[in-house]
């Protein structure tokens, strides 16, 4: 028997839409608003989705606590309350939440074992939500 389990986390950060290869109207006419040079920020909301037989000891998929421990330490505590244009994982990528989802999910991918990664699902604002579940190579 496969289930799902799905788990919200909060965190808050700051990031400005700009490429660095390109010329600056297109960085404007491209993200608009979002490139303002000082930034702007996010309060995120972001929902892990993992999946897993369930143990018929403990009647879970996996132990919240594992994954709270995880997701806090890797994920909240390194990207809440940053810049997220001056982390590694954006040195050469554009801090979207798109990217950001992908870089949420290859973490989780790598370090969580505990049950399957399905998904993860970032809401930005009330109007824009993005969702990443894997389909490519993990990034380096």
């Known amino acids: 028997m496969k289930a799902y389990l799905t788990r919200r986390y909060l965190f808050s950060a700051s990031h400005r839409l700009h490429s660095n290869d390109m010329p600056a109207d297109w960085n404007r006419e491209t993200y608009g608003k979002c490139n303002n040079p000082y930034g702007h920020g996010h309060n995120y909301q972001l929902e892990v989705t993992v999946s897993g037989p369930v143990d018929p000891k403990t009647g879970m ?40 989802c992908v870089a949420i999910y290859d973490i989780l991918r790598r370090g969580f074992r505990h049950a399957h990664l399905e998904k993860v699902r970032m809401e930005e604002t009330m109007m824009n939500s993005f969702a990443y579940a894997g389909g490519g190579e993990l990034r380096d």
């Open 61 to 100: 998929v996996c132990n919240l606590i594992e994954l709270d421990g995880f997701v806090h330490k890797e994920i909240v505590e390194r990207f809440g309350h940053q810049n997220l244009n001056t982390l590694p994982e954006f040195a050469t990528e554009v801090p979207t939440t798109e990217n950001l």
